[in-house]
């Protein structure tokens, strides 16, 4: 099986570098976004300059962009996946999307002769690159099974969620947890560190109680030492995924006062140049523009 990968960024590099390792042929699409890829062209991946291009040569194609507006212009777009699909050819978007999109892109898809599954990923860059992502799978069974030897080279748990659409729908779930659990850790952090606590004081009472988890772990060194590194995901994009949960909830399918609340959180801190930090450095931010 060939594989073709469009996007690859922080999470796509460490995707495609296991793809490698895995064995597969690995065509790339050539973006002035993508991060370093000498290690990768050294291991024998190549380039291609177009989604059409990429399509034309592969088997299964695996999209890592930034959010449903890349995922349509590089299906749909000029020289886009879909205009050069190969019949039976597996589109998986590891991408964070909207639901509603993904299914008109996977009906899209389905047209042209593919198949599509939604796989966006859980955890972070340096699982991507030690081929230990969780993966949450929406699309037919028979699909994923053929994807399968590919999805396995870089995750360490693939849970199949439910059809087409469900894979993004329970990403957003998480994220808005994962998310609103590190902005309500970082305000405190901030606010105990304005109120004279000493940093190791509040982890080690957080630790003991209620407040441990992996969320306070990643927000470690950014508390003690002011090092965000551990957690590589911009406000921006947490904004976007933020904004995403709330599109999908709607005003009338259910409750999401409180997804409102963390995302105006987030965005009241902003200012220029804020929106690419990593989100631990929320917990300067909530300090204000004179801390």
């Not at 909830?249 to 987030?266: C, F, L, T």
Request: proline share 4%; hydrophobic share 40%; glycine share 12%.
């Amino acid at each position: 099986m060939r594989v073709g990968i469009i996007g690859v960024g922080l999470m796509g590099h460490g995707i495609a570098l296991n793809v490698l390792k895995g064995g597969f042929p690995l065509i790339m699409l050539d973006h002035s976004g993508n991060q370093p890829i000498d290690d990768l062209i050294e291991m024998g991946a190549k380039t291609i300059d177009s989604p059409s291009g990429v399509a034309n040569e592969t088997d299964l194609i695996i999209l890592c962009v930034t959010g449903s507006p890349e995922v349509e212009a590089v299906l749909t777009g000029k020289l886009g996946v879909i205009s050069s699909l190969k019949p039976g050819a597996i589109v998986v978007d590891c991408t964070t999307a909207l639901p509603d999109s993904t299914e008109r892109m996977a009906e899209l898809v389905i047209a042209a002769g593919g198949r599509f599954l939604d796989a966006p990923m859980t955890r972070l860059a340096k699982q991507a690159h030690e081929g230990t992502l969780n993966i949450l799978v929406g699309g037919e069974v028979d699909v994923l099974e053929a994807a399968l030897p590919v999805l396995e080279t870089f995750t360490e748990n693939i849970d199949h969620v439910g059809a087409v659409g469900v894979g993004h729908r329970m990403k957003l779930l998480h994220n808005y947890v994962s998310i609103g659990h590190l902005t309500v850790l970082a305000e405190a952090a901030a606010n105990a560190a304005q109120m004279g606590v000493k940093p190791q004081i509040f982890l080690d009472v957080l630790t003991k109680g209620s407040g441990q988890g992996i969320t306070l772990e990643r927000l470690r060194n950014c508390i003690l030492k002011g090092d965000t590194s551990d957690v590589p995901f911009t406000i921006r994009n947490a904004i976007k995924d933020m904004n995403y949960y709330r599109d999908m909830v709607g005003d009338d399918k259910g409750s999401k006062i409180v997804a409102d609340s963390i995302s105006d959180a987030m965005t009241s801190t902003l200012g220029s140049g804020d929106e690419d930090a990593y989100l631990p450095e929320l917990i300067r931010l909530f300090q204000g523009p004179t801390k």
